[in-house]
């Protein structure tokens, strides 16, 4: 079946370090695809979005990057601090307003 | 605005048990949804509206029931609770297609 997934289901930094989190999806048609970040006992928070026309995008120290060919999706965080440990999860936009969220990679931020 | 709110925070519920987990939203979005997270997991869609009286199935509709009265409140039914239901739900509007999902604080629930 179509999927949303995580290539890493944990990721430790080290404070100021840049971060990689990658995602690969399986449905060629999705169009809009967003990262959200999750702290403990916290519902999803938005990141970043990108859609399907674009390759890139950045926001405030976040940066992600679409590679349609093979179907892959990164979130990538500048100078990593404490504050961004959380678990990061990517959604693809499936359909009529359904997002297909991916499993999560925690992010471990020591100083 | 006080955005997506959810009641309860917090419940127990023995197996048959029956219960309503609430919703609400104060940013007139039209758009809904109920999401479930199990322990290290992602979201999975229960059920959304498009629009007040308007509902249709998500990913995992069984076992939950919603309706949608008015704009402001999308309440999530559980008629017969089963350990399988244990996890934690959250509510999510949009104001329209593709624009940021603002999500609840979420309801944790175990069923015993």
């Known amino acids: 079946g179509e999927s949303v997934g995580l290539h890493l289901p944990t990721l430790s930094v080290q404070e100021g370090d840049n971060s990689i989190i990658n995602c690969a999806y399986s449905n060629s048609a999705s169009d809009y695809f967003i990262w959200y970040k999750q702290e403990s006992g916290k519902g999803p928070q938005f990141i970043i979005d990108i859609r399907s026309n674009m390759d890139k995008r950045q926001g405030q120290r976040v940066t992600v990057l679409l590679n349609k060919t093979v179907k892959h999706l990164s979130l990538q965080i500048a100078a990593t601090q404490p504050g961004d440990s959380a678990v990061y999860f990517c959604a693809e936009f499936k359909g009529f307003q359904k997002l297909v969220f991916g499993t999560g990679t925690r992010l471990l931020v020591s100083p | ?112």
């Open chain 2, 1 to 112: 605005n006080a955005g997506v709110t959810q009641t309860p925070k917090f419940r127990i519920l023995k197996i048959g048990q029956s219960m309503t987990l609430q919703c609400t939203q104060d940013m007139n979005h039209n758009y809904m949804y109920w999401y479930r997270q199990d322990p290290g997991m992602g979201l999975k869609l229960i059920y959304y509206s498009v629009g007040a009286g308007i509902t249709d199935k998500g990913e995992v509709p069984n076992g939950y029931n919603v309706s949608r009265s008015t704009t402001e409140d999308f309440p999530l039914r559980l008629e017969l609770a089963a350990p399988s239901q244990t996890s934690v739900y959250f509510c999510a509007s949009i104001w329209d297609l593709k624009e940021t999902q603002y999500f609840g604080p979420g309801t944790r629930l175990l069923v015993l």
